[in-house]
Every structure is written in C-alpha cells, then in structure tokens.
C-alpha cells in the first residue's frame, strides 16, 4: 500500500493501521521527513515492513519516481491511498489569488490524478501486466475527499470544498473506467477531524469551536478514519466501487 501525505494526521494513521493488518507500506511525504521517519519505525518497530518516500504529488517527474522506488523495494502494488492535501488560511473568494488556487488544485486535484495513473499502469489487468510477475492483478485506489465537497465552506475555504468535489467526482468516474479492470475506486469523506491540517490552515481551535455543529457533539479522530480507509481497500468492500463513504458524525 502506498499511502500519499502518509507522515501526519489520517495518513499516519492508514499507514499504522494497514501494517498491522499486514501490508507493507509506502509512506510518502513531502517536506517533514522526521515525521514519516516516526511513522516508519513504529511500523517496523512493530514487526511491519515500511518505507519512507519524498515526493511533491503534483510534480509529475518525482510521482514517476516515486512509484518507481515502490516497484524496487517493495514490490507490486495493491492498494493505492490518495490522502495528500492542503488548506489554507481562511478566505473568501473575492480575496483568493491565483498562486493560492494552483497549489490547492495542483495537489489535491492534480497530483491524486498523477498518482491513481501510476497505480493504474501496475494494476490495471489492461494496463499493468506487461510490468511482470504481479502486477496487472488488480487493485484498489481510496481517494480521500471532505464533507466540505457537499458543504461548500462559504466564507473559509471554498477552493479546498471545490478541490475535494472534483475529487468525488473523479473516484465515481475512474470507477467506472476502470470497473472491467480489476481496480475498485473509492473515496473516504471525512468531517472534521482532530489532525494538524487545521492548525496549518490557520484554526488550531477549529475541532473544539466546531463539535456543537456535529451531531455526535465531537471531532472525528484520524484513527476512525482509516478504519474506513482499509475497510474500503479490503475484499470485505469487494463488491464496492464508485462510492463516497461519509465519515463525519452525522454532519
């Protein structure tokens, strides 16, 4: 399993959670390596094999790369975990530059197509089987999307909501591509989550001020979430594909 943004939050806590479940795993960050070094040696620490990959999602040249390191190390893959993303600083629209939009679309939009491309030429029984001994046998892709998809957060972070929406409607049209194939599409929609992505986006607050807005009267933890995740990875989902799962408390 190769797990993007896979040092921190719900990544780290997919990442953990599919080593004990037996998968060796990928997991890639972006700029804090001690980070993904932590997460790394639990798993081995645990008996797990894992490794940690440097890559920026939305370059193309260093995503080649890195599902090139994960076919040296690791070997074929099966699971596919797009999580990498951003927020930022709260804003309405009339204040979003064009630098800001990029980077929110580049990574959260553009870098889980760049990555689900790379899975797909080894899984896909169309396109991965020329790779060798394992691969073009199928898979899963999980895309994790934001109750903010369906929500539109007005007045904080409309381009994030819009990002995670291209991303609903990306995992139900490469399910459907790929249906014949071998490869399950599916994506994850958090709410809101106690990880550190709020403190990045400015609100290190934003569970606790939030909890009374969610029915269950508290923040989601990232370890529910990647019970989620590997569910939906697992042959227990093995007749799921094109699916949105809410992971939000009742929100």
Known sequence: MLVTGGSRGIGAATARLAAARGYAVAVNYARDAAAARQVVNAI??????????????????????????????????SVLVNNAGVVDRRARVAEMGAARLRRMFDINVVGSFLCAREALLRMSTRDGAGRGAGYGQGGCI?????????LGSPGQYVDYAAAKAAIDTFTLGLAREVAGEGVRVNAV??????????ASG?????????????????????EEI????????????????????DATGGR
């Open 44 to 77: 081995t620490g645990s008996g797990g094999r894992a490794l940690a990959i440097q890559a920026d999602v939305a370059d193309e040249a260093q995503v080649v790369a890195m599902f090139a390191r994960v076919d040296d190390e690791l070997g074929p893959l």
């Open 142 to 150: 999980v895309n994790v999307s934001s109750a903010a998809a369906r």
């Open 189 to 198: 929609r958090p709410g809101i989550v106690d990880t550190e992505i709020h």
């Open 202 to 222: 400015g609100e290190p607050d934003r569970v606790e001020l939030s909890k009374g807005a969610i029915p269950m009267q508290r923040g989601g933890r990232a």
């Open 226 to 245: 990647a019970e989620a995740i590997i569910w939906l990875a697992s042959e227990a989902a093995s007749y799921s594909t094109g699916a949105v799962l």
